[in-house]
């Protein structure tokens, strides 16, 4: 496996892995898939969006961007990682943010910020792996598939920023 910059052909693969998770999960609550150029926006607006690969074969993604569009939270970026149902579990979601962070590092943010919908114990997991703590917890902020989610956020300060 190995983790790139996105690039305009990895967007119908990226789409899928999120649509999935529209459709049959809580990751979003998005409940309509948005079309192909909400992507195209995203790769183009987005801090970073990064893939990770098995060959020509995507695995996952994940992605930064502004948290709020004020001047004090300039150093500060939420983070986000999808991964295809069969890239679960292997390490790929810790590859894509390993990568993710080291660049927001070297960018000079201060601080990333993750919203995990519950319940969600491998993405907990994976974020407290990475080093995020969970900071606070949102009750019953979204209604989906039937029933109402909370989410929890965590965060992680990566350096002087």
Not at 80 to 99: I, N, W
Not at 144 to 161: E, H, N, P, Q
């Amino acid at each position: 496996m190995s983790v790139r910059n996105a690039v305009v052909g990895d967007l119908p693969t990226i789409k899928a892995i999120y649509d999935e998770q529209v459709v049959s999960g809580i990751a979003t609550f998005d409940t309509t898939a948005p079309p192909i150029d909400y992507w195209e926006e995203k790769l183009s607006s987005a801090h970073h969006v990064l893939v990770a690969v098995d060959g020509s074969t995507v695995l996952g993604y994940a992605y930064s961007s502004v948290f709020r569009p004020r001047a004090a939270y300039d150093t500060t970026r939420e983070v986000s990682v999808y991964l295809d149902a069969g890239a679960r579990g292997r390490g790929v979601g810790r590859g894509l943010y390993d990568e993710l962070l080291a660049r927001l590092r070297a960018d000079g943010v201060h601080t990333a910020l993750a919203v995990v919908a519950l319940p969600n114990p491998a993405s907990e997991g994976l974020h407290r792996a990475c080093g995020f703590e969970r900071v606070g917890v949102l009750p019953e902020v979204g209604h989906k598939l039937g029933r109402w989610v909370d989410t929890a956020f965590y965060a992680l300060v990566l350096g002087d920023g």
